[in-house]
């Protein structure tokens, strides 16, 4: 089981990025999805969930309205559309399998003037 996220980066405040989580040895459309993060000195935190068919997803408060979690099973890869970018954004990024208990390696999100 493997997890690849990609698409981090440095960003100002109030841009956008779009993150990516590849996985592989699974299969994908068996598991619902999360992205959490991790900022510097903090706890990993939650930051939105996606069902299996993708049909409903739910959001960290502070994210909502900015953040868009999406799915492609055909391509077993999960996204995360970040908008409105915050410098209290600034972690690293997550993707995670609950139903298979996998992390990928993370992907770095600074936002920074």
């Known amino acids: 089981v493997q997890l690849v996220e990609s698409g981090g980066g440095l960003v100002q405040p109030g841009g956008s990025l779009r993150l990516s989580c590849a996985a592989s040895?699974?299969?994908?459309?068996?598991?619902?999805m999360s992205w959490y993060r991790q900022a510097p000195g903090k706890e990993r935190e939650w930051v939105a969930v996606?069902?299996?068919?993708?049909?409903?997803?739910n959001y960290l408060d502070s994210v909502k309205g900015r953040f868009i979690i999406s799915r492609d099973n055909a391509k077993s890869t999960v996204y995360l559309q970040m908008n409105s970018l915050k410098p209290e954004d600034t972690a690293v990024y997550y993707c995670?399998?609950?139903?298979?208990?996998?992390w990928g390696q993370g992907t770095q999100v600074i936002v920074s003037s």
């Open positions: 996606i069902t299996r068919a993708g049909d409903n997803t």
């Open positions: 995670h399998s609950p139903t298979f208990g996998s």
């Open positions: 040895g699974f299969t994908f459309s068996h598991s619902g």
